[in-house]
């Protein structure tokens, strides 16, 4: 059974950075489309960015794209969240999550498609 683990989420100033980090559990990583979800306070949880098993293919939405990288390293089971330029918008809890099934070139937009969460970790940016 995968699990993973956020880290990296804090305070932090507009125009700041955070990189998330999320480490995941067993030996298959290098098989799952991963990605990047967030929900701020009183709304839905939305799409955020998502990489394929290789990691050859990204995606963003459109309110991060250009700020926030996502990247992984297969050698340590490790999916990052490299966030820049923050805005006090960004505030909001953010979940990786795992694809286990999607296809090894895929990326992974749609959150009902993910089927391993992670707790999420608390980003706070202050205006």
């Known amino acids: 059974q995968v699990q993973l683990v956020e880290s990296g989420g804090g305070l932090v100033q507009a125009g700041g950075s955070l990189r998330l980090s999320c480490a995941a559990s067993?030996?298959?990583?290098?098989?799952?489309?991963m990605g990047w979800f967030r929900q701020a306070p009183g709304k839905e949880r939305e799409f955020v960015a998502t990489i394929s098993a290789s990691g050859g293919r990204t995606y963003y939405a459109d309110s991060v794209k250009g700020r926030f990288t996502i990247s992984r390293d297969n050698a340590r089971d490790t999916m990052y969240l490299q966030m820049n330029s923050l805005k006090p918008e960004d505030t909001a809890v953010y979940y990786c999550?795992?694809?286990?099934?999607?296809?090894?070139?895929?990326?992974?937009?749609?959150?009902?498609?993910?089927?391993?969460w992670g707790q999420g970790t608390q980003v706070t940016v202050s205006s």
């Open positions: 067993g030996r298959t990583f290098s098989r799952y489309a």
């Open positions: 999550a795992a694809d286990r099934n999607a296809w090894p070139t895929a990326v992974v937009a749609t959150e009902y498609e993910y089927d391993v």
